[in-house]
């Protein structure tokens, strides 16, 4: 059995790392860490696990976490780069679910980070963990950094058109919307049922840590700059997200083609028929990229649509993916799930 | 591999047995029927299903579904009663996630579901599918009456209490609340996003068809018959369900340990912790029953909060539990889910 | 113009005043105090009311508040206390939507809110806000505790049954159910909307501080001390309260007829026809109570559903009504709107 | 008093134009028709409206319609358009919340409504309600075709920048996300709360019938055709729409300043201050357009948020200030209201 642990375990995608790996045919937690709460059982704290997971929060603690095969950090950011390079040290491999090893500009980074970073050497290192575009860097990779939520869905609902230079990449469009999970667990007013219920608005538009990150995996395809617009919003659900994704087409193409050959043989991106309509609720819980592709009025506009659950594979079931490559297990062991609909 | 079938697939029940089925280690769904969408692939109307199912509805066909080792019937009141004769000639198990098998009295059937029944004598030998009361002889029947939501709810809350005659039963409070879904996948006004969101009522506060249900089986447990009021609400939610059960004590009790003992060899119940109140989505799309009991300012008022997700231990879950104990499987296969929260 | 003050404006009861003191025909709020906010401007934190109000947040200031005709404090617990009787000496009436003056019993008071009580002789004079109850006492008022959510709802809901002695008043069940507006405006994690969205429970089951409001009310009608056991439960939706009230008939009685002529002259208490079932979304914003009262199966027990607004009769609009009461102004006055639905 | 009929008035639209009739200070409603529910008292129907409204449905009735000053039609598209000849020629104004009359190009409105229309004329004559566009015209119109509720946002977000022809007007994006109520009150499955709430998706991506409606008002205020990409989405809530506008900029503007300029007289248009997120939440049950203008990151990116309430700014309440103007009353009259937060 393979041991992992989880540093972080008290927020969303703390909770959801749980529910994946007690699900997981070969790995077991050993040890999920929370300072605030340690000596709490796991399942006290979240009864939707009683009976699945038998736990306790412990104190962080680099010896124990040493001995894991690998720990996921669901850490507020700033703090994995703090811990990561005794762990390396260790032989232990990392995947950061925060944003401490996504950009590769250092510079960058601090500006939206508001921080120094504390280990450039382990960023240099760090592969960027989108399977779809970077899967047997992945594979060998001590340190991945998963990616943001908004990161997921754009990059790969942009990836075939900017593959193929198809599209006038100097004006991109990227309209997105989260239900309110992406902002955590911690209390805040806005994010209160009785604020965000009942209620739409765009935020970030002045500009959102998400959009270096999605304009750097943009690059990496297109091979060079690209300009975007990036306007996040937040939507009355819990879960789910969506980028919808404007683009002036400047080549010819059967998009629909061009997007199910590109995904054919991925397990987790499912382009769908024609004139479809992805829905956020067909991935809640799962690690599907659903995609729907239009060129409407058969103009000169690429649409593409494309829906995450953005606890999962847009954090936690990503992260797992990204475990599952880089300990040369099976891709898609313990993430079948299926959506629990209505 | 087991063969079953579905009589009914496009409601909310038929979904939720998909969903479960296509993750039965030991289930195939040969046929899945569905006059209207005849031809229709299943994973075209239930898109979270791509993937996972490979099968298109079909006409309902005696033959076909006589060749199951089983049938579920996902159907309005009054339609499986007119299939099950032949199916069960045709030596076809069957479990009946509707009403039409779930009273023993037939002109009290007839009263609430307003026609005459077609087969008195299959009434006769159906077993009521609640497998905390009735497993035995679950194992051993050829048709299951699948309880109704709110009866599970409120019988698995009042067992206890009744088992040992702590209450007086001619004066039972049980205040209940659904989800929306209880409603059914049928285009209504009422239950209409608009209709329902940011909105509580009542409803059949005059009367409502599981009243008889409940009535019936808090009389097996007691043994006589049992004065009950219940209300049902509507809860602005789609899954989920609580029945908040009062009852005046006759005799002493240390109430926690009698619930945990009573179900400490159930899989599917859960007694909490002193002093809990059970959350509708620690079970959503599981088959958990959460319960807890309090005895408020130490008085002589017994109350027993008791959760479930009326669409799958209030439906589906119970279904293939059932089925599991009926053809002889392991009674957890397929359902060991953890609800995803948040 | 008569002029008002609001202490603490920042929660959602100081927000509803604001909004109903603004449509008010004779009233101008002169002061509208909020410690941490002072000199923001208050539609910059509410923008609902740009256009509306022209008022910055001060500091609270006795001076400024004394030669206000009438004070509101939408203060936490324990507040009011501390600054009511410098303003009464100024002369200044109060109404305090809080709990300080709400309970007669210093004792218990001292027990559910766990301080001493800083003016037990204000306590003795203030009269009970309740118009339906005590209107002739709130006229003479100089200080009004204006009710609770749930005592609101319960209290107008057994009124007429206990005023005439119908039912058996050791043995009251009240269960009730509340939206999150109810849990305030402050930051905490199970308001958060991904904690209480999609999800329903109870709270407070072993005891709740509107257990002694509701009780000391029912006793008042009663003439004596009542067994009562009041479970609250949390609705996922932002406003709207049902009290859901059994009582067991021990009295012959029209109990249509009786709610009625009860509630004939009340502008505030809508009696449903026999059979209905209120909606809280009906009462939404408003100051109305709905209530429909039923005997089930025209057996022993009766059953009342009483819903109101919690942030407005269940709060800031029965403190307006209150305030139109105590300064002689039409007890309807700025306080006719229509819920908006849906 | 003024008298006005409402043909259609059992949608959420009739709804609300009864709301607000009920309280304009001018009006009285003299008829309400519905073929269905004639005989029916309207507070039976909506029971928000008890005591409000004295007023039955009755059948459509071209005699007592014909004898009101104004009416209003709250119909099915290819309703408004048999009945409203007849009016006109009895000397009856008429505002159609539908859109039979607000397409000048008839050959388009046959391809998007798939019928011949009935009354050419009138489509000539007929003046599109938005008046902050047209208010001149409006004033002497005898047909008024009231918005759709997508274009008011738009066209409302976009009028500035055409107007002073500051962007490429032949790339705009307009991505709009609608509340669920914006389909209406039939019943439908794909908006029943089980199917909308938790989720989010887009629809009619490849084409909208308020697209050409957009096109035609942006033509009109930029002089020239334009190029627009219009996605509608559905929110999982019951009111509220947000445009979110793309455009390129090819002149140069203090755009903060250029929307406050020009909205600086109107009533019911709100530029909210640099920087600022405009909440649907804060115009629900309003007539209010609340506009918010960023340049991201200093580009040549104009981004304009622009939130209404669907039912009311984008039919009912822009419908009554419509009528106001078409009256000669105040255009403000009967539109104050303040939305109902939280």
Chains 1, 2, 3, 4 share one sequence.
């Not at 962080?60 to 507020?76: I, K, Q, S």
Request: hydrophobic share 40%; glycine share 10%; aromatic share 6%.
């Amino acid at each position: 059995m393979i041991e992992v642990g989880i540093v972080g375990g008290t927020g969303y995608t703390g909770m959801e790392l749980l529910r994946l790996l007690a699900g997981h045919p070969q790995v077991r937690v050993r040890a999920i860490t929370s300072r605030g709460n340690a000596g709490t059982a796991v399942d006290d704290m979240f009864p939707s696990l009683r009976g699945h997971l038998d736990l306790q929060f412990t104190a962080p603690d680099a010896e124990t976490l040493g001995r894991c095969d690998l720990v996921f950090f669901a850490t507020p950011n700033g703090t994995a780069m703090q811990m990561v390079p005794e762990l390396l040290e260790a032989g232990t491999r990392v995947v950061d679910l925060g944003a401490d090893f996504r950009l590769k500009d250092l510079p960058t980074w601090s500006q939206w980070y508001g921080m120094e970073h504390a280990c450039p050497d382990v960023v240099e290192q760090a592969v960027y963990g989108l399977p779809e575009l970077n899967r047997e860097a992945i594979r060998g990779a001590r340190v991945v950094a998963n990616p943001g939520c908004y990161p997921t869905a754009v990059i790969l609902g942009y990836l075939p058109l900017l593959e193929q230079k198809l599209v006038d990449a100097s004006f991109l469009v990227a309209d997105c919307k989260s239900g309110v999970s992406g902002a955590g667990r911690k209390a805040q007013v806005h994010t209160l049922l009785c604020e965000a219920n009942e209620n739409f608005k765009a935020y970030g538009a002045p500009g959102h840590r998400h959009l270096p990150e999605i304009r750097q995996g943009l690059a990496q395809i297109q091979g060079s700059d690209v300009g975007l617009t990036f306007v996040p919003h937040l939507v009355p659900m819990t879960r789910g997200m969506q980028g919808t994704l404007y683009a002036r087409l400047t080549g010819q193409a059967n998009l629909q083609e061009l997007y199910e050959r590109r995904y054919a043989a991925e397990s987790f991106v499912d382009v769908l028929p024609p004139g479809s309509h992805p829905e956020t609720r067909t991935v809640r819980g799962t690690n599907m990229c659903r995609i729907a592709v239009h060129r409407p009025a058969d103009g000169d506009t690429a649409l593409v649509l494309s829906v995450i659950d953005n606890l999962t594979k847009g954090a936690a079931s990503q992260a797992v993916q990204n475990m599952n490559l880089m300990l040369g297990l099976e891709e898609t062991a313990g993430l079948q799930q299926i959506a629990v609909l209505p």
